[in-house]
């Protein structure tokens, strides 16, 4: 019998109606003979409840008493969609995820999965049980305790579920018909991707496109899940959405598949460090041991044996960069002049593939930004992406512009 997974993001499950409608979703591949693993979020909205009542009841939490409190969301929808499926005739019930278990590494709110046993979930499907419905999101520590997956994590849990069942098929349900050319929120103009390769969706996820979570698209890549990111709103078509495929089953593509924002980025500049070696090693080991992480680097040149020193993170983490800055220059273990915090940015990134074998992209991008007088402050490249920081003002304007001038609206 083959095993479909199917998960359904917070807004395909925000009340009871669309919950009955994700259900019906289910029904019709329960029809077709599957076997279905449903993976549900919490309902739209209440996991940013529960980490606000964190945050507001400690602000320096425990990550442990974090994850048992943000990963209850799920538990609500599990149940619901198992209730819901059984009063459709369907036979199904919950699991939440220590109950499976999902077992993870003990980095509470960021755990990785390390194992899934099957042996439970398919005695089950054995007996006659039809849909089982695990609440995304959640794993269990090494000690017995509820971990979380960081946000976005059902897209990961759902992924690893399909790796682990050796799923036909991994259905990503979510308010969008697909992976776009950049958020659709942004620009209209945006297209709808019928393809996208696993590397460019990779790059794209963790530049900011949180049409997927980033781990959910390197565990698909690694273990050759089916990935597909499709409506839970509209019919389906088994061609319908987006599929994330190996780059050699993409016909046609442009040099830039995409373009990613990143809305809380901050920009720190530690002036007047020495320029020696450890200096670096100092104050990123720091930052790290403080749990900041940080994204771009720049150590700009060197007057006088003294240079400055610029990263980006969260804005979320800079209270915590401060502290750890402030710390090792209060013990003498790093002298430096000021630290200068710029939150106020925004991360924009174009990726493609086709830009190994293409010049010119960064020269482009930069012109764009220039012709509508974007200053940039921070620039990083790899081999397939371009990613600048700019003044979080000029973030749409800046997605729109470059989604323009290359031609992202059209195939190439
Ligand atoms: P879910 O609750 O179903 O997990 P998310 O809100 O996490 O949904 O992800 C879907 C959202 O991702 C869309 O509503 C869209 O605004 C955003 N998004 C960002 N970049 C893209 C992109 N390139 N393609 C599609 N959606 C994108
Ligand atoms: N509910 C969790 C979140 O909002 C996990 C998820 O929806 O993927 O981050
Ligand atoms: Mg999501």
């Not at 945050?55 to 619901?80: C, I, K, Q």
């Not at 969008?176 to 991707?193: E, H, N, Q, S």
């Not at 597909?228 to 442009?254: H, K």
Request: charged share 25%; aromatic share 6%; hydrophobic share 45%.
């Amino acid at each position: 019998m083959s095993v479909l997974v199917m998960k359904f993001g917070g807004t395909s499950v925000a009340n009871l109606d669309r919950i009955r409608r994700a259900a019906k979703r289910v029904g019709v591949e329960v029809a077709k003979g599957h076997d279905v693993i449903v993976i549900v979020s919490a309902m739209s909205g209440k996991t940013n409840e529960l980490v606000g009542w964190v945050e507001e009841t400690s602000p320096l939490f425990d990550a442990r008493e974090y994850d048992a409190v943000v990963s209850s969301g799920e538990n609500v929808t599990a149940g619901l969609m198992a209730l819901t499926l059984q009063e459709m005739d369907v036979p199904a019930r919950s699991w939440q995820g220590w109950q499976v278990p999902v077992r993870t590494t003990a980095t509470h709110a960021s755990a990785r999965i390390e194992e899934i046993p099957t042996d439970n979930i398919l005695a089950k499907f054995g007996e006659g049980m039809r849909v089982a419905v695990v609440a995304g999101f959640q794993g269990l520590a090494p000690d017995g305790r509820i971990t979380t997956l960081g946000r976005g994590g059902s897209d990961t849990t759902a992924v690893a579920f399909a790796a682990a069942f050796g799923a036909e098929r991994c259905d990503i349900y979510t308010d969008v018909d697909g992976v776009y050319t950049t958020d659709p929120r942004i620009t209209d103009k945006a297209r709808k991707l019928d393809r996208i390769a696993f590397e460019e969706m990779l790059e794209l996820a963790s530049l900011g496109a949180k049409v997927l979570q980033t781990r959910s698209v390197e565990l698909a890549m690694r273990y050759k899940v089916k990935l597909r990111v499709l409506s839970s709103f509209e019919e389906q078509s088994d061609t319908a959405g987006t599929l994330v495929c190996d780059e050699e089953e993409i016909m046609e593509s442009n040099v830039v598949a995409g373009v990613a924002h990143s809305r809380d980025e901050a920009k720190l500049t530690v002036l007047s460090v020495a320029d020696r070696p450890g200096i670096a090693a100092t104050i990123f080991t720091t930052l790290s041991e403080a749990g900041v992480n940080v994204d771009m680097i720049v150590q700009n040149i060197s007057e006088e044996g003294r240079t400055d020193m610029t990263f980006s993170c969260p804005t979320g983490q800079v209270a915590r960069a401060e502290d750890a800055l402030a710390r090792i220059k209060a013990d003498g273990k790093l002298n430096y002049g000021e630290l200068v915090v710029d939150k106020d940015v925004a991360k924009i990134s174009v990726v493609g593939i086709g830009m190994r074998s293409h010049t010119g992209v960064a020269a482009k991008m930069f012109q764009v930004l220039s012709a509508e007088g974007i200053n940039i402050k921070v620039i990083t490249t790899s081999e397939i992406k371009i990613s600048v920081l700019i003044d979080r003002k000029y973030m749409e304007l800046a997605v729109q512009a470059l989604h323009d001038a290359f031609e992202l609206d059209k195939v190439a």
